[in-house]
């Protein structure tokens, strides 16, 4: 019996690990499909620390946390930095010391063969180009700037007492100085393009490239005339800088015509008093463009990354702002670089379905094994069909191995003339040798059924041998 038992183990076994190696062979090619999970550590390159890019970061950094997600902040001189750091470490050799995942860019930075190379996650929030001028000492709260002289007496380029309907347009500023942002910085390149576009380079006024402070410290002292900046009203030093005393928010005149023909800008209205009713600032209506604060990554970013960068974005840039209503960022719209495929959809259908359910480390586990379903549903259909019958079939095969051994018994009692006594003898004892060995055999209680139908026939087969038997002992007799 004991030895019975451990054969139908070796049996099911046999069936069963067979399938189960099959399985594991399958889960071990889809393994290669798999992809890593989500690095714990990821960098972001954003500009100054007082700077707007600096102050989302900060914000990305505590929702991250929240998922177990470490964010480090990398303060750099501003976007064109930005966007050759993330270009440097889009490539296969970058230095994993030097390299960053994220970067903020301003809009129209990046050449179409830089943005190429780089995935874009959409644009966070609108970056107005402010004009500022030092305000006149006795008081007079006008922010228009004075048309630019044939000869410039100077230090005296511009000035504030001017009516309102002289604001100059920026073809007009030759041997102005002004202000045009860090080295490196998004503020300097805008600067550059727009007064390129007007006829005006470094050899026509005195362009000075120097950091925000260094720049409103050389406006106020009257050393310069103009400083362009390029910031979101989210940024507190930009807030805290429009309504500094001494300092003037300035008109661009011909706003629509830059917009219309730079895609990447867009006009925006700063209707009087905006942005302090008391103080009246600022003192007239005024036109600004504005380009975008694009967030962008290296095209590796893990695809799980995507979604919660953008589920962070919406609640960081989402609430509104001065010049976007809520809802208005993050969008895909004003985009300055090609969608990454994961962004845009996120950006159609929203988060996947796992992570509004699950925490994202259980939501992504789940949504990389995914990928093993199918082979896994491709092996298990006809597994599932076969393994019954194949069962069966070995169940059923314990029993009727025996029928063989009983048939050719009984066809051999059927001869004309039937066996001799000594012929009878050796069946019965071949009988006795399957009734044994059935009587042993181990098999489901559903198969009691066909075993008793098998001792019926080797009985059947006994009695048929006994009344042989008897006869041949009478004939002999």
Do not use: C
């Amino acid at each position: 019996m004991k030895i019975s038992k451990t054969r139908s183990r070796l049996e099911m076994l046999t069936l069963f690990g067979g399938s189960a190696l099959l399985l594991l062979a399958g889960i071990l090619v889809a393994l290669q499909f798999v992809q890593p999970a989500p690095p714990n550590l990821i960098r972001i390159a954003t500009g100054s620390d007082e700077g707007a890019y600096s102050f989302y970061a900060r914000q990305y950094r505590r929702l991250l946390a929240e998922h177990e997600i470490r964010l480090e902040i990398v303060e750099t001189a501003g976007s064109v930095e930005n966007l050759e750091r993330l270009l440097a470490s889009s490539e296969p050799d970058a230095a994993d010391s030097e390299r960053i995942d994220l970067a903020f860019i301003q809009g129209g930075i990046a050449t179409a063969e830089q943005k190429a190379r780089l995935s874009g996650l959409g644009s966070m929030s609108y970056e107005p180009l402010w004009l500022l001028v030092r305000a006149p000492t006795d008081g007079d709260r006008s922010t228009r700037v004075p048309p630019a002289k044939t000869e410039l007496d100077e230090g005296t380029m511009l000035r504030m007492l001017i009516e309102p309907d002289r604001t100059p347009q920026l073809n007009q500023l030759a041997g102005a100085r002004i202000g045009i942002g860090a080295e490196d910085s998004g503020t300097r390149s805008l600067a550059l393009h727009l007064l390129r576009a007007n006829g005006i380079s470094e050899d026509d006024g005195t362009l000075v490239t120097q950091g925000l402070e260094d720049s409103i410290e050389a406006l106020t002292n009257g050393d310069l005339d103009l400083v362009f900046v390029v910031g979101a009203t989210d940024s507190p030093r930009l807030r805290a800088l429009t309504q500094q005393d001494g300092i003037l928010l300035q008109d661009l005149p011909r706003a629509a015509a830059y917009a219309q023909r730079d895609r990447f800008l867009t006009v925006l209205k700063l209707p009087r008093g905006t942005l302090d009713p008391a103080a009246d600032v600022p003192a007239t209506d005024l036109d600004l463009v504005a380009t975008t604060a694009n967030l962008v990554a290296t095209p590796d970013i893990h695809p799980a990354l995507v979604d919660l960068l953008l589920a962070a974005a919406a609640e960081v840039h989402g609430q509104g702002s001065l010049f976007a209503a809520p809802g208005t960022f993050p969008t895909a719209e004003h985009s300055d670089f090609p969608l990454n495929t994961d962004a845009e959809r996120h950006y159609k259908y929203g988060p996947p379905l796992l992570q509004r359910f699950l925490p994202f480390w259980l939501a992504t586990w789940v949504d990389r094994t995914k990928v093993m379903l199918l082979p896994l549903v491709v092996l298990l259909i006809p597994l599932v069909k076969t393994l019954p019958p194949a069962y069966r079939w070995r169940v059923r095969r314990r029993i009727l191995r025996w029928y063989k051994d009983l048939r050719r018994i009984d066809l051999e009692l059927l001869e004309t003339p039937p066996p001799s006594q000594r012929r009878l003898t050796e069946l019965a004892r071949e009988i006795e040798t399957i009734e044994s060995d059935a009587a042993r055999v181990d098999v489901p209680l559903s198969y009691s059924d066909a075993l008793y139908h098998l001792r019926l026939h080797i009985a059947l087969l006994t009695d048929k041998i006994e009344r042989l038997a008897a006869r041949a002992a009478t004939q002999e007799s």
